[in-house]
């Protein structure tokens, strides 16, 4: 299932590097600034995808940014080095098994993590431990289950669900979005908000229709193609037909909707 | 399918007459304001659930506002009354066969009602033959397939799937938000812009709870049951699960999202 695990990361990547990214970041991370001197946890940064923006976003904050993956971790400081970043200290980590004490951070950020992870409320719980008191913890998630679209599509849908089954059996969650309030609630945050940032395609935006229906979205779903066929849960020609009407949602008549949800909360 | 159709109102109603109205009233409204002494049609009024706010955004303005149904106008003109707006003329007309000539509108305007249309581009393209060059359409429409929730449950799914299907079977599209897009494009429309507007439910918003997930939605969805069950398109059984499950999405740990499309288009 490993091949699931790195096409998550595809639309993590993409969303950074396509035509509209600066569009798709700005709807995720505009809001997020940290005030100068404050600690902030970036919690599984991959390759650095957010890294950039988010360390760019708040230039006298101080972070430190960890991912399991020691090669993620090397790639990540080198695009942080790329693009003139210097306030990141990048470490390979567990998010089980942090080397840090308790209250180290003023704030934490995780982008793109819960959704890989099989015990997301004892991630979040851990987390915690890390925060001080009045501190926050921001999250960003998809939500598959958010995917709809014109012309709609049975086989588009079930295409999307074999990533979202593949997802599952590697021990994750592709619809995890919808849950962030309860599961924050779950591992004792409060004041928590969740703000849903709707990314919505037609063909007056072409910049959105290539770079988030087609190269991001389409794309990601296209990869599990040969893993969902292996799997057993569908068959070529289904999937392919999937893929052929999720492309059609990217014509001149087209129409593609996928939203992606932010939640801030605190640690008491 | 007189009763579907009827429930299809009863989402136009419930917006304007629940706890959180207000919240989901500027949702919708907060961006249509007319200049004073544009004329204005709004097409389809009902029984004035949106006219009240229409008029009153736009005090200088005046409006026509039409319906099909004679009894509903009736009821809208006393609503306008009750409420002191007193710059609207109400009038029995349809929508396929209006006493106006070309051009007679600067503006026209239409909420919740394509959805119940079997020909929404034509319906589109006649009205367009009463605006002035330059001048706007607005459209406000639902989408029930933009509705998901947690906890996520096939049985609501299929549930809420009644209720599209009998709109279907009665000639509308209860799915028709996403399509504003190529509909108005089909029509002839020019500069379409397209935005969704997302209602985000979850327990820390007790107004919308009670005012949208239980009170509008899920009792809009819980109108059909014996309309469905006659039609044979669910048993007893699976639909009260799914009402069930629906009211669920309303407890301490759920979440239920449902986005409206409004679009505003230009007559070349």
């Known amino acids: 299932m490993k091949d699931a695990y790195v096409h998550g990361y595809d639309l993590r990547e993409n969303i950074r590097l396509q035509d509209q990214a600066s569009t798709l970041v700005d709807l995720l991370h505009s809001d997020t600034l940290y005030p100068g001197g404050s600690r902030v946890l970036e919690a599984g940064c991959g390759v650095g995808a957010q890294t950039v923006t988010l360390a760019a976003n708040s230039p006298d904050a101080i972070f430190t940014s960890i991912d399991i993956s020691e090669e993620s971790v090397n790639a990540a400081r080198r695009a942080a080095e790329a693009a003139g970043i210097s306030n990141v200290d990048f470490r390979q980590g567990d998010i089980f098994h942090l080397p840090f004490g308790p209250g180290s951070f003023d704030h934490i950020f995780l982008c ?157």
Chains 1, 2 share one sequence.
């Open 112 to 268: 793109f993590v819960l959704e890989h992870l099989p015990r997301p409320v004892e991630a979040l719980e851990i987390l915690k431990g890390y925060l001080k008191g009045g501190g926050t913890i921001t999250v960003i998630e998809g939500d598959h289950g958010s995917a709809y679209f014109y012309p709609d599509s049975e086989f588009a849908r079930r295409a999307i669900d074999c990533q979202v089954e593949l997802q599952r059996r590697s021990g994750g969650n592709a619809n995890i979005g919808r849950e962030l309030y309860p599961l924050l609630k779950s591992a004792g945050y409060e004041d928590i908000r969740v703000s849903p940032r709707m990314v919505y395609v037609d063909s007056s935006r072409p910049g959105l229709v290539e770079g988030f229906t087609k190269k991001t979205f389409t794309a990601m779903i296209e990869g599990v193609r040969e893993t969902a066929l292996a799997a057993g849960i569908t068959d070529q020609g289904a999937f392919d037909r999937g893929i052929r009407d999720l492309y059609r949602t990217a014509e001149a008549e087209g129409v593609f909707c996928y939203t992606f949800f932010k939640a801030v909360a605190v640690k008491a």
